[in-house]
């Protein structure tokens, strides 16, 4: 026999007793300051004394408020118990894995903290452009690991709930901002391809939907930038192509531009890691070489760069250090010490066989050669 779980609807005193929270945690109320009188609380939350006085019993018991002597003299303490919304973005391949990389280590090492940590994984799909209150109900904080658009930003900023935000945008955001700096990694990509001896580079991006990001995603075109600014130091050239995202014509449709193409670049640089294996066939099946004749770099790490064939060079996103960023964010937060707005973290390059060419002579030839033929 099935028993039907009744479900609980929250009291007037909790539900108080969460606002009164919020504005704790949100610095209304610093640590160690007194709390207004319990009439004052009432007027102000439009309830009952009585509802007052039980909900400031809730928070005394979980630590957030200490009863001094004297009628009403509340002072506030600092946070024993965090309750954390942690969303992730999901794409049609699943849910995405380098934000799951980073909730792991998030989750792992708040274990180790000396704060009560709750911590709520609530994925986000594709074509959600608005993030709901259902998404986050009950949190103190959220921990926002999606790809930003100006509906998801605007939705989760009117919640009014202290925010972390885990992905660069294009205008500041309130709260914490912990974020790989893609403008330093597509430098990095740039300057690894210069020393390898390339001297034309194509970025390849594929498109977004108009709907979801105005036609373009924010963290392409910085990567794009810092390419372009290296490449613009060193004499290089460097162009920009956009295509359809990954479906079943994403070879023939990049082997038509490769052959159009002709000799215009001798390495590409793939917005993200899920692009290069089809570059790699594509180069392949152009009957080029790699990484003689083309070297392919991605960004972002992603795990199956080590194990592809052959071994795919990558700007790797600092996951442990975006994690444990995130918590200090978090701790530090919660227990009144002031905390930086932005925190811009360094890509880590990891040269695997795509890229590394060993003779580079024979590429620097190949480019001298072609710009004596140009003349």
């Known amino acids: 026999m099935v028993m039907n779980k009744a479900i609980r609807f929250k009291s007037k005193s909790e ?3 969460e606002e009164i929270k919020t504005a704790i945690i949100s610095k209304l109320y610093g640590i160690g300051m007194r709390l207004p009188t319990e009439r004052k609380l009432a007027t102000e939350l439009r309830t009952s004394q009585l509802t007052i006085s039980k909900a400031i ?9 200490d009863k001094r002597h004297g009628s ?4 506030v303490n600092s946070v024993k118990s965090i309750r954390i919304s942690f969303l992730i973005d999901e794409n049609k391949y699943g849910i995405n894995p380098i934000w799951s990389s980073i909730y792991e280590k ?3 090492s708040a274990f180790c903290s000396d704060i009560n940590i709750k911590i709520n994984m609530n994925i986000i799909p594709e074509n959600c452009n608005r993030i709901e209150p259902l998404h986050v109900d009950n949190s103190d904080i959220i921990i926002v690991a999606v790809a930003l658009n100006p509906q998801r930003v605007e939705s989760i900023c009117e919640m009014g709930k202290t925010v972390i935000w885990l992905e660069e945008y294009s205008s500041e955001l309130p709260g914490f901002s912990v974020y790989f700096d893609n ?10 391809l210069y020393e390898q001896g390339c001297r034309k580079i194509l970025y390849l991006v594929y498109k977004m939907t108009a709907d979801s990001f105005s036609g373009e995603y924010y963290i392409s075109r910085r990567r794009l930038e810092g390419l372009s600014a290296l490449a613009r130091k060193k004499g290089m050239e460097c162009h920009s192509l956009s295509f359809c995202y990954p479906k ?3 070879i023939h449709e990049l082997r038509t531009h490769i052959d159009n193409a002709n000799d215009s670049f001798d390495a590409v640089c793939c917005f993200s890691d899920d692009l290069m294996p089809y570059v790699i066939r594509t180069v392949v099946g152009a009957g080029l070489k790699i990484p003689e004749d083309v070297a392919v770099i991605g960004f972002d790490g992603q795990p199956f760069c080590g194990s592809f064939i052959p071994t795919l060079s990558t700007l790797s996103q600092p996951i442990d250090a975006i994690a444990l960023t995130a918590l200090k964010i978090v701790k530090d937060y919660f227990t009144g010490v002031v905390v930086e707005k932005s925190y811009p973290l360094p890509a880590q390059l990891i040269v695997r066989e795509s890229s590394l060419l060993n003779n580079q002579s024979r590429r620097l030839n190949k480019n001298e ?3 004596n033929k140009t003349i």
Do not use: C, D, P, Q
């Open 15 to 17: 539900m108080i007793a």
């Open 57 to 65: 019993a809730m928070l005394s018991r979980e630590g957030l408020i």
């Open 72 to 75: 009403g003299n509340y002072v």
């Open 106 to 108: 998030f989750y792992i």
């Open 183 to 192: 403008f330093n990694a597509g430098w990095m990509a740039a300057e690894h």
């Open 248 to 250: 079943g014509n994403t």
């Open 369 to 371: 050669s072609e710009k």
